[in-house]
């Protein structure tokens, strides 16, 4: 569904992704692990067309899309839920999410004109937290209830592929066990995701395959069974000593 190869990226002078070699196949969960600052991020926004890429081809359903604007991508079946709270605070919930679908309706083609009404239900009833507070301001939500609106809104997109970056970053216990709660549901309807989390654990038992990114190149990468399983992640990405 989504295909990397030799991606390379900069900011200005400087180079974050050295090649990165990434797949990740339909209805797969695979997660990208690493330090901060490893370029976790990068990747997403390179593959988002939120930074255009400086070298390598990505593909998306066998179309390439690298160096594509961001809102092609998008309507190709692409979102991306980026790094930290990105909500319309003085909208309600519920229009935070239509939001979502409106830039799906402007884009025009096949994606426009799906079931808007129909979607809102889906998200709503994946995020019952949000359905109860859909007329309520978005800038009224607690953080983490922010961060499930910004998910819920890239869902809105109807896209074939899912960028989640921390999804969890700075939520309390309990709803970063609902955000991996809603990553497995997510899963079992099929959706195909591109995951990164600070939970390298969690993130490798919801996921079917990871990558392990050092300094903008892909270290190790296997099922991720066997990445749990290796001690050197384990000992430098899990915390477990072996
Ligand atoms: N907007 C930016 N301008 C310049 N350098 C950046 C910018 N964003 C990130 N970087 C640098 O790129 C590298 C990778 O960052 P990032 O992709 O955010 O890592 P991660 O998400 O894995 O923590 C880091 O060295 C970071 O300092
Ligand atoms: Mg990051």
């Known amino acids: 569904m989504l295909e990397i190869n030799q991606l390379k990226a900069a900011y200005g002078q400087v180079q974050v992704l050295h090649g990165i070699e990434l797949k990740v196949p339909k209805g797969q969960v695979v997660t990208l692990i690493g330090s901060n600052g490893a370029g976790k991020t990068t990747t997403m926004r390179a593959i988002s067309g939120m930074l255009k890429p400086t070298g390598g081809t990505i593909k998306l359903g066998g179309r390439s899309i690298a160096g594509l604007p961001a809102y092609r991508i998008a309507r190709i079946g692409l979102a991306h839920s980026p790094e930290g709270r990105r909500v319309f605070p003085t909208q309600t919930v519920r229009d935070n999410l239509l939001l979502g679908a409106f830039t799906r309706l402007t884009f025009g083609g096949k994606r426009a004109r799906g079931d808007i009404r129909g979607d809102l239900d889906r998200a709503l009833d994946l995020f019952p937290r949000l359905r ?9 939500l607690s953080g983490g209830e922010q961060q499930m609106l910004a998910m819920a809104r890239a869902l809105m997109l109807n896209p074939d592929v ?56 892909i270290a190790v990468h296997g099922q991720a069974e066997q990445l749990r399983n290796d001690p050197k992640v384990r000992a430098a990405y899990l915390g477990i000593a072996h």
């Open 162 to 217: 899912l960028l989640l970056d921390e999804p969890s970053m700075g939520l309390a216990p309990i709803l970063v066990e609902e955000v991996f709660h809603i990553i497995g549901r997510l899963k079992e309807q099929g959706m195909t995701m591109l995951l990164v989390e600070q939970f390298a654990a969690a993130a490798l038992a919801v996921a079917d395959y990871g990558y392990v990114l050092e300094n903008g190149r």
């Open 132 to 140: 109860e507070r859909q007329f309520q301001l978005a800038g009224t």
